[in-house]
């Protein structure tokens, strides 16, 4: 193995086991700054831009029923997001982005408290646009769907308190609240479930992230048994790809 890979590697399991582990099961969540450095990061950072300039990131979806009369989805959710598994041409930085954050999760199996994880969504490549927009307060797995660790990687560069767009996370059980800037080069983890409610709060500049979920293998083949149940078919609902 070359020199630098195994320090990487030694580098992932040292930011895994001494910290993310212990965050997640003490506290349910835990952010890495600096996570990329600004060179791979601005690289990152680039290509988001570049699928936003080309109009590739389209207005965000709801799960679920549509809104009750006179609420607009914009007052809901106001980001535009694109789908991405990173092999696309023009996301070479993405892809490593998404290489280093599967690492680390398999880093963390089975010192977490759940079974094997053998596959997450696609990224999620998202902007708020900066006019005051946010996301409300909601769980990402509210229905066992098989999400259990949401990674949020944020690509924001001088990013300041007025800007808004703090991720506000409720930890369920607790006093306090843990509000997290969107910070340039920053990963964030956190449970997905009903243990940490979140909300995205209105954004007055331009907002870019990428996330990607994680699936618990026996919540998720539960989670398909039960949507092939449903539709009689063996779609699968979420574009789920294997890490």
């Not at 990687?153 to 996370?169: D, Q, V």
């Not at 007055?204 to 039960?226: G, L």
Request: with cysteine.
């Amino acid at each position: 193995m070359p020199l630098l890979q195994h320090v990487m590697d030694a580098e992932l399991e040292r930011l895994a086991m001494d910290q993310i582990v212990p965050s997640l099961l003490d506290q349910g969540l835990f952010y890495v700054d600096n996570f990329l450095g600004e060179l791979v990061g601005h690289f990152v950072l680039n290509q988001v831009k570049e699928m936003h300039n080309s109009g590739v990131l389209q207005d965000g979806q709801l799960a679920g029923p549509c809104p009750s009369s006179g609420v607009s989805k914009r007052n809901i959710r106001g980001d535009k997001i694109a789908w991405v598994n990173g092999g696309e041409r023009g996301c070479e930085a993405i892809h490593l982005l998404l290489t280093l954050i599967d690492k680390l999760v398999s880093l963390c199996i089975g010192r977490l408290g759940k079974s094997i994880i053998r596959e997450r969504s696609k990224a999620m490549v998202a902007c708020y646009p900066g006019n005051g927009t946010g996301y409300v307060k909601h769980v990402d797995n509210p229905n066992a769907d098989g999400r259990c660790i949401t990674c949020i990687y944020y690509l924001n560069k001088n990013w300041n308190p007025e800007h808004g767009g703090i991720l506000r996370i409720f930890p369920e059980g607790k006093s306090y609240v843990a509000d997290v800037e969107p910070l340039f080069d920053r990963l964030l983890f956190f449970w997905s479930d009903r243990r940490n409610p979140h909300e995205v709060q209105p954004s007055y500049a331009t907002r870019y992230a990428i996330t990607v979920w994680y699936f618990d293998s026996v919540e998720r083949t539960e989670a398909k048994r039960r949507f092939r149940d449903l539709t009689a078919s063996t779609q699968d609902p979420d574009g789920s790809t294997t890490p």
